[in-house]
């Protein structure tokens, strides 16, 4: 799906909120939950660009 020099990236992370406090909240022992859509570009092999947005849930 990469067109020129960017590429998008999708990813999902999901975890179990121990530990340190995430976004603020402290450790509730919850399932957490979160997808981050970027957009990278691309020179010479290297990220020199990213744009990001994150959404909680």
């Not at 406090?21 to 570009?41: C, D, N, Q, W, Y």
């Amino acid at each position: 799906m990469s067109e020129g020099d960017q590429v998008p990236v999708y990813l999902i992370f999901e975890s179990t909120h121990t530990g340190f406090p995430f976004l603020g909240i402290s450790a509730t022992g919850k399932k957490v939950r979160f997808s981050l859509m970027m957009m990278l570009r691309i020179a010479d092999g290297k990220i020199i660009e990213k744009r990001s947005h994150v959404e909680c849930e």
